[in-house]
């Protein structure tokens, strides 16, 4: 069963991934962890989805599976026609390199380097990208290209770790607990970041977090329980980020 279909109403038809009976099993015999049970998603381009569930529900190993970071015990995924769990290793890496974007909860940026000299070490190797400073401006730090990122606020790395993502123009970005280590207004700005990237560039973006709220902004909200999917909502009014009650 596929669940949650858009209708003709939503953003697109244009199916971004597909799963069908996604498993991940780390371990064996008694000591086995089933991270992911059967999983069955369909998520369309351009919108943004939320992920809610608690710690080790499966949320983390599905983005890393669509992501290309991890392989699936059994069943299948697909990015458009691709199925990502018949690729080679090489062909994980091309996907990764030219279709995705990851931020997570840390920013893992280069201290040594300006806010400008960390978003350019993906601009220099991505095939088609946009230039580091138009990435930064786009998030909203065109002002703060030649800061280092301790002259910066948590806020506004978190910033420039969205810059470095985008630059490359993927069609998909992922996001782990983006807001994790950010106060609630900061953490509301840096999702109206992500929400002006899925305006702009029209990115598909999933977002991983524990802050029930953010499904406000959603198009779709997912609902992780025991590695599978308890719930699909389609939200047809997201909010603002900025409006979002923490």
């Known amino acids: 069963m596929i669940v949650g279909m858009l209708d003709t109403n939503e953003k697109e038809n244009k199916v971004a991934f597909r ?3 996604l498993t991940k099993t780390y371990g064996e015999g008694w000591s086995a962890v089933h991270a992911l049970r059967g999983v069955d998603l369909e998520i369309c381009r351009g919108e943004i989805v939320v992920l809610l569930g608690p710690s080790g529900s499966g949320k983390s190993t599905l983005l890393n599976i669509l992501g290309g970071l991890d392989r699936a015990s059994e069943g ?3 990015f458009d026609e691709q199925c990502l769990t018949k690729m080679t290793d090489r062909q994980l890496t091309a996907y990764r390199r030219k279709h995705v974007g990851f931020v997570f909860q840390f920013y893992n940026l ?3 380097l300006t806010a ?3 978003v350019e070490l993906v601009t220099e190797i991505a095939d088609n990208p946009i230039s580091a400073d138009e990435a930064l401006d786009l998030v909203g ?3 703060r290209l030649d800061h280092f990122p301790a002259q910066l606020s948590g806020g506004e790395q978190q910033r420039v770790a969205i810059a470095r993502a985008i630059a490359k123009q993927p069609e998909v970005l992922f996001c782990d607990e983006p807001t994790g280590a950010l106060d609630s207004t900061t953490g509301r700005a840096v999702l109206r970041v992500l929400q002006d990237v899925n305006e702009k560039l029209g990115t598909t973006i999933l977002i991983i977090t524990h802050a029930a709220a953010t499904a ?3 198009d779709r909200v997912i609902n992780f329980a025991d590695g599978a999917i308890r719930d699909v909502h389609l939200n047809r009014h997201p909010v603002d980020a900025e ?3 923490w």
């Open 110 to 112: 280069m201290p040594s």
């Open 243 to 245: 409006e979002i009650e």
């Open 216 to 218: 406000a902004m959603a």
């Open 19 to 21: 799963t069908e009976g």
């Open 141 to 143: 730090l065109g002002k």
């Open 76 to 78: 299948d995924a697909w």
């Open 116 to 118: 400008r000299e960390n």
